[in-house]
């Protein structure tokens, strides 16, 4: 595992947000935000939130999480994050309070909803806030912006940029009972990892009956995966699938990628790429679809594999188990420090990991992230040997390991590229692009 990164991993870039400010200017006026969806969606509307509060130079109020019916987790804040440390981190960039003074909200009978609401469409330009949200801002004093999630453009001034990369990856920082399970589940797979100087791979794997059912794709399940995916599709997206006139196409699904990888059909890529039995692998992810059938191959491929639910007992669990956000900050902090992280499908959870990582390893995400077309044809061809599949997993490896490095584009996620916004290439401080990150 140790020898699988060839290219500069270390040294090659470094943090460089600039935390010092002027000082805060008197407030315009309050901000409050609902963030929806779940874990890593509801990240982008905090960091989002931080980032235009003090493009308005608003006050922020502690975003409120909004309840979803998929995920059906009702956590606040403070329940995920720590709340003190947040405000601490960011009080000389903006003000952030955890509620709007009772004399302002006197004026709304106290009832949220009566504060004026903005519908912001995705992706809005900072330049739109300053038009249109700031005026109504100064003068209602407090603005309510639902839903958040994607209402801000990835390419914005160096200012606002600095403001996302401080709420990322300096100011969220887990609330304590989450960081310390994660980290105690860390510290038990390195210790699980002996055999390769405590270095482990870390796998996400997205084959939950939810995913499954979305996605629309075929497995080998038969009649019954039918019967079940049809059921799940009708509790979780009511009429979405069964419209009259929509088309669903597995076969053109599968072979543009969106299929979520198979337990068996990760298990071959890694062997492929070179991970043998004594490899310690840490999967995150829900509950597998019909894991007993599912998680076999992949578990006699990989004897030393582990859960979350294997790492812990089920008393330490329990105050998280419930709670589908909990459970995925866990998997977050386990997946953050392994020495390989592998993405098997797309989403916020591989997004963010890929950025934070960059962020800990010198501009490397020390991620692989397989090419879902180019696997789609390997695995339906009947005539392939292992050979020839195994010099496709090794070139695939080594794509990753040189697209570990890469610099943010105009429209690419400053939360998956933070490189040059919130890092500077170490030894070389005339580096004009380095310098939006002070």
């Not at 995705?122 to 004093?141: G, I, M, N, R, S």
Request: proline share 5%; hydrophobic share 35%.
């Amino acid at each position: 595992i140790s020898t699988i990164w060839k290219h500069p991993k270390g040294g090659e870039w470094r943090p460089c947000i600039n935390t010092s400010s002027g000082g805060l200017r008197e407030s315009n006026g309050y901000l409050y935000v609902e963030a929806n969806g779940g874990l890593n969606q509801q990240r982008t509307s905090i960091c989002n939130a931080v980032a235009v509060a003090g493009y308005l130079n608003a006050t922020l109020v502690i975003p409120n999480f909004h309840y979803h019916s998929i995920w059906r987790d009702p956590s606040k804040f403070k329940d995920i994050y720590d709340e003190e440390y947040f405000v601490n981190t960011l009080k000389n960039a903006v003000s952030i309070v955890d509620k709007i003074p009772k004399y302002i909200m006197e004026r709304f009978d106290h009832n949220m909803s009566n504060v004026y609401n903005f519908r912001i469409k995705a992706w809005a330009p900072v330049q739109f806030y300053k038009d249109t949200v700031l005026p109504k801002l100064l003068e209602e004093k407090v603005i309510r912006i639902s839903p958040f999630a994607n209402r801000l453009s990835f390419d914005a001034p160096p200012a606002v940029q600095r403001l996302r990369c401080l709420a990322n990856y300096e100011a969220l920082r887990f609330s304590n009972p989450l960081l310390t399970m994660g980290e105690t589940l860390v510290a038990r797979m390195k210790e699980w990892s002996a055999n390769n100087s405590g270095k482990y791979v870390s796998v996400h794997l997205r084959f939950e009956e939810d995913m499954v059912a979305f996605s629309c794709c075929i497995f080998d399940g038969g009649y019954k995966e039918k019967e079940d995916m049809d059921a799940a599709r009708e509790r979780g997206w009511k009429g979405k699938f069964t419209k009259r006139g929509r088309v669903i196409r597995p076969g053109a699904i599968r072979l543009n990628g969106k299929c979520p990888l198979t337990p068996l059909e990760v298990g071959l890529m890694l062997r492929g790429m070179g991970f043998d039995k004594s490899t310690s692998i840490y999967l995150a992810s829900g509950k597998i679809y019909d894991a007993e059938r599912n998680m076999a191959p992949l578990a006699e491929m990989f004897p030393l594999l582990q859960t979350k639910e294997m790492l812990a007992s089920p008393e330490e669990l329990a105050p998280f188990k419930n709670y589908s956000s909990r459970m995925a900050a866990i998997d977050y902090t386990v997946c953050l420090h392994s020495e390989v992280f592998v993405t098997t499908q797309g989403g916020n959870f591989p997004h963010f990991l890929l950025g934070h990582r960059r962020y800990l390893y010198g501009g490397h995400s020390q991620t692989i992230r397989p090419d879902k077309r180019k696997l789609a044809l390997l695995f339906d061809n009947p005539i392939i040997g292992w050979k020839s599949f195994k010099r496709q997993m090794l070139n695939m490896r080594a794509h990753s390991d040189s697209k570990g490095i890469e610099l943010k584009r105009p429209n690419d996620s400053i939360y998956s590229f933070p490189c040059p916004d919130c890092m500077c290439r170490v030894n070389k401080s005339d580096d004009s692009r380095s310098s939006s990150a002070t």
